[in-house]
């Protein structure tokens, strides 16, 4: 339920070099769309981070420790203009060095997944991970930076809503 509400946030990105400036797609009962720039070296930082520190989502999930749970990792998926779009993958198992789970957001640019499918992760497009451990998210290195350009008053209200709190803020 936790990461349903964080979903409806910021679950889904375009890196789209076409862009000249991010924006905000807004769908009814869908989560929001980050269009962003290749060129954001903010984002870029994030997803080197998450990819640096997968080890540490690898080691959470086969710890089998009953305080971690809602693992998920945000997938890069190929769209035909060239570009990718980031899709967060929910309920995610390890099973003999593959992550397995389910397109959690509804696609609007990519092609190769649908919406609940299941899918293994291609680790090589693994932009970013999350799981909570309580009520702390640990991980979400993109969602950390889209969180930092939201007003205090989304931030809030998200953090009231979801009720939990990100790891070091």
């Not at 991010?22 to 769309?33: C, F, G, L, S, T």
């Not at 540490?56 to 998920?72: D, H, L």
């Not at 899918?119 to 950390?144: Q, S």
Request: include cysteine; proline fraction near 2%.
């Amino acid at each position: 339920m936790k990461f349903k509400y964080l979903h409806c946030f910021v679950v889904i990105f375009i890196l789209n070099s076409c862009q000249k400036k991010d924006a905000v797609v807004i769908r009814e009962n869908e989560p929001d769309i980050h269009l962003l720039q290749n060129e954001d070296t903010e984002m870029n930082a994030a997803i080197e981070s998450a990819q640096k520190s997968l080890h540490k989502f690898k080691e959470a999930i086969k710890s089998e420790n009953p305080n971690y749970y809602n693992f998920a990792l945000k997938e890069r998926f190929t769209t035909d203009d060239g570009g990718g779009e980031h899709i967060w993958i929910s309920e995610v198992q390890y099973d003999e060095e593959k992550f397995y789970g389910i397109v959690d957001g509804k696609p609007i640019s990519t092609k190769q997944v649908k919406f609940g499918d299941t899918i293994e992760v291609n680790f090589k497009n693994i932009t970013d991970w999350m799981y909570f451990d309580k009520d702390i998210v640990k991980g979400a290195f993109t969602t950390r930076v889209l969180r930092k350009r939201m007003s205090k008053e989304e931030r809030n209200a998200m953090d009231t809503e979801s009720g939990v709190r990100f790891e070091n803020e």
